[in-house]
Nanobody, 120 residues
Framework: QVQLVESGGGLVQIGGSTRLSCVAS????????INWYRQAPGKERELVAG????????TYVDSVKGRFTISSDNAKNTVYLRMSSLMPEDAAVYFC?????????????WGQGTQVTVSS
């Protein structure tokens, strides 16, 4: 089992910046990737960014490229999402997700989510 706890976010002005943190605990050695998803009201949950644990390879959805940066501190079992140049469409609940080995299968684990509100 892997447990994930997000923090950060809150109210941010348009064009502002903030940083989200995701701390993993439990069987962290089984984690393959950690991702950030977001879900705005009335919309589907979408993958925003991901980072692979073994080589720190990253991926981003096109709408956040150049504005968001995902990084990890494996010693702290923490993944960060630095969000800059925030726009109203970035407002959502952001969820940390881990893909981890569980025996011969991969399992998804989720945090509880943290709200990011973007205001003018």
């Amino acid at each position: 089992q892997v447990q994930l706890v997000e923090s950060g976010g809150g109210l941010v002005q348009i064009g502002g910046s903030t940083r989200l943190s995701c701390v993993a605990s439990g069987r962290t050695e089984s984690i393959l990737t950690i991702n950030w998803y977001r879900q705005a009201p009335g919309k589907e949950r979408e993958l925003v960014a991901g980072i692979r644990r073994d080589d720190d390879d990253t991926t981003y959805v096109d709408s956040v490229k150049g504005r968001f940066t995902i990084s990890s501190d494996n010693a702290k079992n923490t993944v960060y999402l630095r969000m800059s140049s925030l726009m109203p469409e970035d407002a959502a609940v952001y969820f940390c997700n881990a893909v981890a080995w569980a025996g011969s299968d991969a399992r998804f684990y989720w945090g509880q989510g943290t709200q990011v509100t973007v205001s003018s």
